[in-house]
């Protein structure tokens, strides 16, 4: 069965930082690209970063270019979100997926806010 | 950005009553993706390619359309339906998704 467990989330102020991670298991996890998708409260689904699965070529929406670095370790099958320079508009429930959207974890919540 | 608009928004059904929820992109795609995302639960892939249901979706369910304009169809609406229906397009990044339709039951 596939598993995908979110931790690292929490209550941050504006211009620090995070870092989520996310242990996979079920599955063969150096074969598969991964994904972050966010869920602001009461939003909509938003495609955050993706990571091919070698890790050598990621991909980011604009918004959060620059701040936030997808990362992931194959020999601990776990997938990485190195998020800085939080804003308050980066508040979110963030699932770890995998590359296709076809497994999602359980979600872990970032607020940003002093 | 490819924009995914959904409509309706909100809908109300009664048990047994056909529903058809839709999704309109803003530029052409090759295939439209919808997921299911229960209250506090987190989505899953319902439809992928259109019209290929994820493993454990009730044939009730179906999906269609092409180009910009894509649907997915509930036959017969059943309880364990309500939920938010999401569409979503690989076609052009970044990978985007519509605003969601919430699904109640009447």
């Known amino acids: 069965e596939v598993q995908l467990v979110e931790s690292g989330g929490g209550l941050v102020q504006p211009g620090r930082s995070l870092k989520l991670s996310c242990a996979a298991s079920?599955?063969?996890?150096?074969?598969?690209?991964m994904a972050w998708v966010r869920q602001a409260p009461t939003k909509g689904l938003e495609w955050v970063a993706s990571i091919t699965n070698s890790g050598g070529s990621t991909y980011y929406r604009d918004s959060v270019k620059g701040r936030f670095t997808i990362s992931r370790d194959n020999a601990k099958s776990t997938l990485y979100l190195q998020m800085d320079s939080l804003r308050s508009e980066d508040t979110a429930t963030y699932y770890c997926?995998?590359?296709?959207?076809?497994?999602w974890g359980q979600g872990v919540m970032v607020t940003v806010s002093s | 950005e490819i924009v995914l608009t959904q409509s309706p928004t909100t809908i109300a059904a009664s048990p047994g009553e056909k529903v058809t929820i839709t999704c309109r992109a803003s530029s052409s795609v090759s295939y439209m993706y919808w997921y299911q995302q229960k209250s506090g639960a987190s989505p899953k892939l319902w439809i992928y390619d259109t019209s290929k249901l994820a493993s454990g979706v009730p044939n009730r369910f179906s999906g269609s359309g092409s180009g910009t304009s894509y649907s997915l169809t509930i036959n017969t609406m059943e309880t364990e339906d309500a939920a938010t229906y999401y569409c979503q397009q690989w076609s052009s990044t970044p990978w985007t998704f519509g605003g969601g339709t919430k699904l109640e039951l009447k």
């Open positions: 997926t995998t590359g296709s959207f076809d497994y």
């Open positions: 079920g599955f063969t996890f150096s074969n598969y690209y």
